[in-house]
């Protein structure tokens, strides 16, 4: 799709939601379509118990939408932009209240995903930091959640999940990943 096209869409998107009220714990999975710095401020305060995220990479890939992180001219530039992405994210506490902590090295295959997504990781990847950092029925965010991995695995583990994508293509593809997990709600 070209960027204009994915533009046009964005823009479509954003002018729905313009007059939606942000209700996280309303709905087991918020998906929306935007830059991530200006949704997280849409966002209330202390919103998520958690924050699981694969930021795109600094010049690596063009996902054909205007704005995107990750095509800043200078390395500088693409980490001053995450920073104020990451100050806008509400953090929990360091030390989870029940103490739990993993410190070992993980062995996780890759696992094939079958929709056309350039950095899709295994959701085993993330399983155990949603169990130990988020409480049931919390929530966990992802400000590039891109295919939705976060939202599926937060869903499946009795997790409630935002996700932010600035491609519309994306959060298509997010919302039929999920869509099973919010049936059986």
């Known amino acids: 799709m070209k960027k204009s096209k994915i533009t046009e869409e964005r823009q479509k998107s954003q002018a729905m939601q313009s007059d939606r009220i942000v209700r996280p714990g309303a709905t087991p999975c918020l998906l929306l379509v935007g830059d991530a710095l200006e949704e ?15 930021p795109p990479y600094w010049a ?9 992180l990750g095509l800043e001219p200078t390395f500088d530039n693409y980490i001053e932009k995450l920073c104020r992405i990451f100050d806008e994210v509400r953090k ?5 209240p029940l103490g739990r902590n993993k ?8 696992k094939p ?6 950095a899709v990781y ?4 993330i399983e155990t930091p949603i169990r130990a950092g988020c409480p049931e ?6 400000p590039f959640s891109g295919s939705g991995t976060t939202a599926e695995v937060a869903l499946r583990l009795g ?24 049936k059986e709600k």
């Open 92 to 96: 929990p506490p360091l030390i989870h």
């Open 40 to 54: 997280l401020k849409r966002l209330p305060s202390e919103t998520a118990d958690m924050c699981i995220t694969s």
């Open 103 to 110: 410190r070992c090295v993980w062995t996780i295959p890759n």
């Open 60 to 68: 690596l890939r063009d996902y054909g939408v205007e704005g995107q």
């Open 122 to 125: 295994p959701p085993e990847l």
């Open 159 to 182: 997790r409630k999940a935002i996700g932010i994508d600035l491609n519309p293509e994306y959060i298509e593809m997010s919302k039929r990943r999920v869509e099973p997990f919010l």
């Open 113 to 118: 995903f079958k929709e056309a997504h350039f």
């Open 137 to 142: 029925n919390g929530i966990v965010l992802d």
